[in-house]
């Protein structure tokens, strides 16, 4: 994968805007949420299936069964085509979950920006210096 510029939309601030330990902390939560969301995503993504989403699969198909729903046969192509679209269906819904963590983190950032008065020519010169940093430690 390559470097990109990340082109942020506007984050319209709301809310509680008090410069406290409140809002910092708010933001450490809702990064802990999007690594959550993160790792969710990824075990969804990995062929090898660690967070059991073809075993629960396997689980919901073989209840139906009891109760004489058939999904597929025991070993056919529907079945099989519906465990592939289950999984396809269940990352899905982990990337969104993502996505919606991530937008929230932006959000609590946005508001921390705000709060504590931060410029948007400050804000630009701290990012420049980030990337100096990265360039200097070998990152880039």
């Known amino acids: 994968m390559s470097n990109r510029i990340v082109k942020l939309p506007s984050v319209e601030s ?3 805007l008090t410069p406290d330990k409140w809002l910092a902390l708010k933001n450490l939560e809702e990064s802990a949420e999007l ?3 993160c790792k969710q995503y990824l075990k969804a ?10 075993w629960e699969f396997d689980d919901h198909a073989n209840c139906l069964a009891c109760f ?4 597929g046969g ?3 192509d529907d079945r099989d085509k519906a465990k592939a679209g289950w999984i ?4 899905d819904q982990r990337r969104q979950a993502m996505l919606g963590e991530l937008a929230d983190v932006l959000q609590t950032v946005g508001n921390l920006i705000t709060a504590f008065d931060i410029t948007d020519e400050e804000l630009a010169q ?3 210096d980030c990337l ?8 880039l």
């Open 126 to 128: 701290s990012m420049d």
């Open 68 to 71: 004489g729903v058939n999904v």
């Open 132 to 139: 100096v940093r990265n360039q200097e430690r070998g990152r």
């Open 14 to 16: 709301f809310g509680r």
């Open 88 to 91: 396809g269906y269940v990352r």
């Open 35 to 37: 690594v959550e969301a």
């Open 45 to 54: 993504s990995d062929p090898t299936d660690p967070s059991g989403i073809g």
């Open 74 to 76: 025991e070993l056919g």
